[in-house]
């Protein structure tokens, strides 16, 4: 599941368009699979001639999918004040966006200040706002602010408890502050919301080798390992199955 941030950016999308406008910003965000550059110039060119918050969010999509995140966070920000200046309900997310940018670009100070501003957002459902307390949330990690970030987690378990990243979230940090019935807890919700996702798999591994439970932890990290062996979190596992004296073609622990 992790990293997501260009999933999370993919997924965004402004206020929908003119026919004629969805079809250009199809195509421009077709680009980027194959060359994001060609996607970067389309979407200059069409900003050029009018092509507004559509031609903004492909070519902030584009610069992220080449990882260029400071640029991509400036486009995202400008895409949410152009959405704002039209009352486009689409801002906040774009808003979301450029935080998550910034975030990866390794400014957690701007995308918290980002997250501020959105999360005060009156158009926002709960489950929206429990979003944006995940993000905020990571990005207070990332400052070191533990205390802040169990707040966001636990706020945003409380407004999205059907998100897995939401659980999965509070068991690390819980890991990392050394309570370990909280992240077991909360791991065992994520796997049962997500059972075949190797990040979370991942984590209960490490939560289950921290409890002392090694057989249950290579368990886990074979299954991780299986679940998507070409993926970082997928090496990660495979690492640590091998480093705990497990083999990668190993059973996992029944469930």
């Known amino acids: 599941m992790i990293p997501i941030l260009l999933a999370l950016a993919a997924a965004a999308s402004p206020a929908p368009a003119p026919a004629a406008a969805e079809a250009r910003y199809k195509s421009c965000t077709d680009l980027?699979?194959?060359?994001?550059?060609?996607?970067?110039?389309?979407?200059?060119?069409w900003r050029g001639?009018?092509?507004?918050?559509?031609?903004?969010?492909?070519e902030a999509l584009a610069l992220s999918a080449q990882e260029r995140w400071p640029q991509a966070a400036a486009t995202?920000?400008?895409?949410?004040?152009?959405?704002?200046?039209?009352?486009?309900?689409?801002?906040?997310?774009?808003?979301?966006?450029?935080?998550?940018?910034?975030?990866?670009?390794?400014?957690?100070?701007?995308?918290?200040?980002?997250?501020d501003s959105a999360i005060a957002a009156l158009t926002l459902t709960p489950e929206?706002?429990?979003?944006?307390?995940?993000?905020?949330?990571?990005?207070?990690?990332?400052?070191?602010?533990?205390?802040?970030?169990?707040?966001?987690?636990?706020?945003?378990?409380?407004?999205?408890?059907?998100?897995p990243f939401a659980w999965y979230m509070s068991a690390a940090l819980a890991r990392r502050?050394?309570?370990?019935?909280?992240a077991q807890n909360d791991i065992a919700k994520a796997v049962s919301m997500a059972p075949e996702d190797a990040e979370l798999l991942l984590e209960a591994g490490n939560i289950?080798?921290?409890?002392?439970?090694?057989?249950?932890?290579?368990?886990?990290?074979?299954?991780?390992?299986?679940?998507?062996?070409?993926?970082?979190?997928g090496r990660r596992a495979a690492a640590a199955l091998a480093a705990n004296g497990g083999e990668a073609s190993a059973q996992p622990s029944p469930n």
């Open 76 to 115: 995202f920000e400008l895409a949410a004040s152009e959405a704002e200046a039209a009352n486009d309900p689409g801002a906040v997310d774009l808003r979301v966006q450029a935080g998550n940018a910034w975030l990866a670009a390794g400014d957690a100070a701007k995308a918290r200040a980002i997250f």
């Open 32 to 45: 980027i699979a194959s060359s994001p550059e060609r996607a970067i110039a389309d979407a200059t060119d």
């Open 208 to 233: 289950a080798a921290m409890s002392g439970e090694a057989e249950g932890a290579r368990g886990l990290y074979a299954k991780a390992a299986r679940a998507a062996p070409n993926s970082d979190a």
């Open 177 to 182: 502050q050394r309570d370990l019935r909280r």
């Open 49 to 58: 001639k009018g092509g507004g918050v559509h031609a903004r969010m492909c």
């Open 128 to 163: 929206m706002r429990g979003e944006i307390h995940i993000d905020r949330g990571r990005a207070l990690v990332a400052l070191d602010d533990l205390p802040g970030a169990r707040r966001d987690f636990d706020k945003a378990t409380e407004l999205a408890p059907n998100d």
